[in-house]
Each structure stands twice: as structure tokens, then as C-alpha cells.
């Protein structure tokens, strides 16, 4: 059946869900559970029952509309919530694509032979306790402890922001309990990176996601006076972290093809102008699509860590924060969004994403796949971030005939 999205509604709604959260800076700040965040839910819930579907939240404040049907479900989504300073697309363009292609099921009366559901999954980005709260929710995939007693990367407990946003540590242990029985997943979403725009393509077609490991770490050394300790009896946490910083990234570009290492943020103690930094916090981020070269990368990386310590007579600090495997993607939803690429007449290639999404943890219940649309410039979760309406056109069209097949077969 030949259903095409009607693109200037899509745009609408993504202009007006990108006027929630708007900061000083003209990116969007919309963290989950923050008050731009329940102003976007608000509005999200309006927009699914205005389009006739039956809304729901489960316990981990995940959003569904659903439409009725028999056998498994079908699902389509991503989030809504937003990093700091972030974009008006990332995430945006999945959960809204998927509420557009309910909206032109509905109003063409399309049969179908499996219920689907829309979904926008809470704090994907990791703003409170670790990624994916919401899908690993969803999934029954969290640490208990962690929801019970862990702190957010804003420093208060994660059970008061539940509590003021009228969620519990139970809530949310129990989300999975409402879950539906899963037939597959299907996320649509900007690319994030350049490879689309450069090639020149409208549709990549998600064949792996990279997993990642991401750690807090420290260097502890010894303060001192920056004009009277002579530099060969420093024990300077900050040289450590600059030494190690250069190193493993030169390491894993040599050691570890397609591994990428990143060291997001960084801070010195006491942080004096004329101190010597004794303690030199920082994010450690590495990636693979490999799980060998991932463990390998690990490996390589904090031995190097912990050498670098005993050169420079500093103490090595690590703890995991959040893990995440690779995920090859589902041969038959990668082939039934390739046909229906085709059919559509929509060049494209497979690639692989090397940010995480939803649809990596929905995987571990069903059949997921994804669909990519050109970031123009690469850029992602800043406010420069941006798509080509061309572009998602026919990720919204792709998205929807690749709903359809899923959701009619037999």
C-alpha cells in the first residue's frame, strides 16, 4: 500500500516541539524530568490523543500511542529529551516520523495485522543515571542499586528528581511489566556524523551499533607550590592525564581499527593558578562495533593508564559508570527497510552508528532495526544541528512503508 507522510505537518510539529526548552545559548536544554522536559510531555501526550491513538506511561515515564491490533507489536520511536545545549532533531525526528506515520495509518484506514505503537523513551542521553533509562526500563535491563541510590550527573539523588516529577525507584523497576509482547523495532534518526553528506546519500540503513564503555577516572598526585618545586620531584596529576590523553588515543588508532577514545571533561585540584594540580578528574569514552576489540581497548587502555601512574609516581582512579554492547542489527529488518528503500526509488548504504541508541537495548527483546538521514556538517547535540526536509521526507516515507510491511505481515 503507497502511503507517503504529509511532510509540512512532520515539519510543523518538530518546529514546535524545538520551542520547548530554548536556552540562552539558542541550543535546546530539555533533560529529562527538568520542567522543559514535562512542558514537552505534556505536549507530546496532546499531540498522540489528538491523532486518535490510546496514550500511555508506564512507570519509567516512558510515552506510547498505540493502535489496537492483534499478535505482537510493532514499535517506532526514540526520545525527546535532549544533552545540554543540544539540537532540535536528535531523537525528536524518530518519535515524531513514527506519530506521523500512525497519523497517515489512521487516516488512509490501512489494515493492518499487528498493533504498533509510537514511542519516546525517558532520558535517553544519559542526563540522570547512565544512558538509556527509559528502553532499559522498557527492557528490565537496570541496576537496582543504581535507580534506588545512585546520584545524577547533576549531583542530586535520582529518587528525589522521580519524586518531583511523580515517579518511583519502584516505578521504574517495574516499567517492563507493561510492555506488550514485542514482533520489532524500528527507529528512525539523524546520522549524527558525516559519511551520509559526503557520500552524498539520503538513507543509510544501520547494519551495527558500537557499543561503549564509559568511565569516571582520576590521576592523584601532590599538590605543591607552582614556583618552588622543582620539575623533576613533581608528581603533577594533570601531566598524567595529558600524557595518557595523547597516548591511548595514538594507541587505539593504531592498535584498534574503528575504535574511537574520548576524554569529555576534565578538572584540576585545588585548580590555583600557582598550584600543582595533586588530583586530575576526567571521562574516559571508548567505542567499537567490535565486542573483541571493545574488551581489547579496555585492556590496552587502563594498563597503559596504570603504567603512565607508576612513571610519574601518581595514583590511577576508575570506575565504570555505564556499559553498553555492540549490537548487529536484525538481517530481516535491515533487508525489509533495503526493499522498501528501493521501492521507494531512495539510493542509499549500509553503514554503521557509532552513537547509541534506543534501538540497541530494544534489541535485546525483538528484531530492531534503524534508518540514518544526513547530519549536514556532522553536526550533533549542539544547537547547530540541523537536517535537509528533503532528507527526512524519505526517512519519514521509508520509515512509514517499513511500519507497514512489519505491521501487515502474516
Known amino acids: 500500500m503507497s502511503i507517503r507522510v504529509n511532510m509540512p505537518r512532520l515539519k510543523h510539529d518538530l518546529e514546535e516541539l524545538g520551542r520547548i526548552g530554548r536556552d540562552e545559548r539558542g541550543g535546546i536544554s530539555r ?3 527538568s520542567a522543559a522536559d514535562l512542558e514537552a510531555r505534556a505536549w ?3 499531540k498522540i490523543e489528538e491523532a486518535g ?3 500511555r506511561q508506564d512507570g519509567a515515564g516512558n510515552q506510547f500511542g498505540r493502535l489496537e491490533g492483534p499478535g505482537r507489536t510493532v514499535v517506532a520511536g526514540s526520545h525527546i529529551d535532549t544533552v545540554i545545549n543540544g539540537g532540535m532533531f536528535d531523537g525528536a525526528v524518530g518519535v515524531l516520523a513514527a506519530l506521523e506515520a500512525a497519523r497517515r495509518i489512521i487516516e488512509e484506514k490501512a489494515p493492518l495485522t499487528r498493533a504498533f505503537e509510537v514511542a519516546s523513551f525517558t532520558d535517553e542521553e544519559g542526563n540522570l543515571v547512565g544512558d538509556f533509562l527509559g528502553s532499559r526500563a522498557y527492557m528490565g535491563r537496570l541496576d537496582e542499586s543504581e535507580i534506588r541510590d545512585g546520584r545524577t550527573t547533576f549531583g542530586r539523588p ?3 528528581i522521580l519524586k518531583r516529577a511523580g515517579f518511583t525507584p519502584d516505578g521504574v523497576l517495574g516499567a517492563h511489566k507493561d510492555r506488550p509482547e514485542l514482533e520489532a523495532y524500528v527507529e528512525l534518526h539523524i546520522e549524527q556524523g558525516p559519511v551520509l553528506e559526503d557520500e552524498g546519500l539520503p538513507i543509510g540503513i544501520v547494519e551495527r551499533i558500537a557499543g561503549k564503555h564509559d568511565r569516571q577516572c582520576a590521576y592523584v598526585g601532590e599538590a605543591g607550590h607552582a614556583g618552588t618545586t622543582p620539575l623533576e620531584l613533581r608528581h603533577d596529576a594533570f601531566l598524567g592525564l595529558a600524557d595518557f590523553a595523547l597516548r591511548a588515543t595514538r594507541l587505539v588508532a593504531a ?3 574503528g575504535g574511537v577514545l574520548t576524554v569529555g571533561r576534565a578538572s584540576l585540584l585545588p585548580g590555583q593558578f600557582s598550584v600543582i594540580p595533586g588530583r586530575a578528574d576526567f571521562t574516559l569514552d571508548f567505542r567499537s562495533a567490535s565486542p573483541e576489540s571493545l574488551v581489547a581497548i579496555e585492556r590496552d587502555v587502563l594498563a597503559l593508564a596504570e603504567d603512565i601512574a ?3 609516581g601518581l595514583t590511577f582512579l576508575s570506575r565504570i559508570v555505564d556499559r553498553t554492547t555492540p549490537v548487529a542489527v536484525a538481517p530481516r529488518i535491515t533487508a525489509a527497510i533495503e526493499e522498501e528503500c528501493r521501492a521507494l526509488g531512495y539510493p542509499s548504504m549500509r553503514l554503521t552508528s557509532g552513537a ?4 540497541q537495548i530494544v534489541a535485546g527483546g525483538c528484531d530492531a532495526g534503524m534508518i540514518f538521514i544526513p547530519s549536514p556538517d556532522g553536526a550533533s547535540h549542539v544547537p547547530a544541528e540541523s537536517v535537509d526536509w528533503g532528507d527526512l521526507e524519505k526517512g519519514a516515507n521509508l520509515l512509514l512503508a517499513t511500519i507497514l510491511r512489519l505491521s501487515s505481515e502474516k
Open 31 to 33: 533533560p529529562s524530568f
Open 44 to 46: 507530546l501526550r496532546k
Open 53 to 55: 491513538l490510546g496514550y
Open 158 to 160: 535520582l529518587a528525589e
Open 255 to 257: 592498535s584498534h581499527y
Open 310 to 312: 607508576a612513571t610519574r
Open 356 to 359: 547509541g541508541h534506543d534501538a
